[in-house]
């Protein structure tokens, strides 16, 4: 579904009609199938949680965007049911749990603070992405994990194969295959020089053969890809919102209490939802919802950009309101499968926005709106490059 350019921050037009009409639609993907389009946050919430609902991209009716390739190499446990997903996912929780994570603030300030200093030692103008948005988590999920920063063009060039809507089948399996050869690599490098890392973990596991060495690499890709390209995004587009809100931006500034940036983040990860092309399901068994039945084996789309949009879960949800309690929106997901990593992308958010806007007041965009590129064509928004100045 296109945006309209005007409202680069709103769900598409036909997404909010459809929301409108009611909770659940049918949508026509362009290998013919007609999937439930779920567009209310009270039904999304019910089916994400409902264990009638599978996440295993194998099986048939599964909903297949465009262009995304074979299916029979699922993208490790995000695209598993329990009992595998939660094996697996449980070897990497302890990482992201909000303790450990809070350990790691000092460390993420600093590598924000050098990336500020960086930018402000050039006249400007810089690109926001490049200079900062991307480098931030990429740094902190190559520590977490235990990958080489020196190889994040690497990595980076084929993740956006993975998120990227026009690469073709061709590109998005060669793109898995160099990164799931390199993870190999890097798996059998941390068997002979252990670290404290998530990768020397899982190398381990594999030598007590509690994991294969294939899904330890597909892990690997999850967590790589998941851990930076997300909260990039989230970074440069957030930035973007908020200097289009500048009365929101004075808040932010000028409000003494901590608990504010704290709020904003939530909020904007209501407001941008950047995983906009929803959350994907196929129904196990027959599911009675809100006066419809979802046949088993039909495919579901729930589209969490406009749940998180729902006015009866959010008064006034198309005002960007950086003191609301938006906590409980689904930018995450929700059920078995909300992110693992969540901690960790909001402790990075609360440091990036909290500090970015502190040191640089000034800053501003140095190009007008219309001529921001937005992500359009991948599974997660956000802009390709945002020059700012100050
Ligand atoms: C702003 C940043 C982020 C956003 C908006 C985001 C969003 C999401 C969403 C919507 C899901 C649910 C997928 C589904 O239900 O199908 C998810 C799952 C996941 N996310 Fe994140 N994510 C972010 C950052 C991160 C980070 C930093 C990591 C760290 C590695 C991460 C790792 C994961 C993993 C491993 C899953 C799969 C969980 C499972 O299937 O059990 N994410 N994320």
Not at 9 to 22: E, L, R
Not at 204 to 216: G, P
Not at 236 to 253: I, M, N, S, V, Y
Request: net charge negative.
């Amino acid at each position: 579904m296109t945006r309209e350019s005007r409202c680069p921050f709103d769900p598409p037009p036909a997404g909010s009609a459809a929301q409108d009409a009611g909770p659940l639609t049918r949508v026509e993907l362009s290998d013919g199938s007609t999937p439930w389009f779920v567009t209310r946050y009270a039904e999304q919430r019910a089916l994400l949680s409902d264990p009638r609902i599978s996440a295993d991209v194998t099986r048939p009716g599964y909903p297949i965007p465009a262009n995304s390739g074979s299916t029979s190499s699922p993208f490790s446990f995000i695209l598993m049911d329990d009992p595998e997903h939660a094996r697996l996912r449980r070897m990497v929780t302890a990482p992201f749990m909000v303790k450990r994570v809070e350990a790691m603030r000092p460390r993420v300030q600093e590598i924000v603070d050098q990336l500020i200093e960086d930018m402000l030692a050039t006249d400007g103008p810089v690109d926001l992405v490049q200079a900062f948005a991307l480098p931030m988590p990429s740094l902190v999920i190559c520590e977490l994990l235990g990958v080489p920063y020196a190889d994040h063009s690497f990595f980076q060039r084929n993740s956006n194969a993975l998120i990227n809507r026009q690469a073709s089948p061709q590109q998005r399996r060669q793109a898995v295959e160099e990164l799931v050869g390199y993870l190999h690599g890097l798996l059998e490098t941390k068997k002979n020089q252990p670290a404290e890392d998530i990768f020397s973990d899982l190398a381990q596991r594999t030598q007590k053969n509690e994991l294969s060495s294939h899904d330890a690499a597909m892990m690997g890709v999850l967590l790589l890809v998941a851990g930076h390209e997300t909260t990039a995004n989230m970074i440069a587009l957030g930035t973007l919102a908020l200097l289009e809100h500048p009365d929101q931006l004075k808040r932010l500034q000028e409000e003494e209490d901590p608990k504010l940036v704290v709020s904003a983040v939530e909020e904007l990860l209501r407001y941008l939802t950047i995983t906009h092309d929803g959350r994907k399901r196929v129904a196990l068994e027959d599911i009675e919802i809100s006066g419809h039945t979802i046949r088993a084996g039909e495919g579901v789309i729930m589209a969490t950009d406009l749940g998180n949009r729902d006015p009866e879960a959010f008064p006034k949800p198309d005002a960007l309101d950086l003191g609301r309690d938006a906590r409980h929106h689904v930018a995450f997901g929700f059920g078995v499968h909300q992110c693992l990593g969540q901690p960790l992308a909001r402790m990075e958010l609360q440091v990036a926005y909290g500090t970015l806007f502190r040191r640089i007041p000034t800053l501003r965009l140095a190009t007008t709106l219309d001529k921001v590129p937005f992500k359009h064509d991948g599974s997660v928004y956000g802009v390709y490059e945002l020059p700012v100045t100050w």
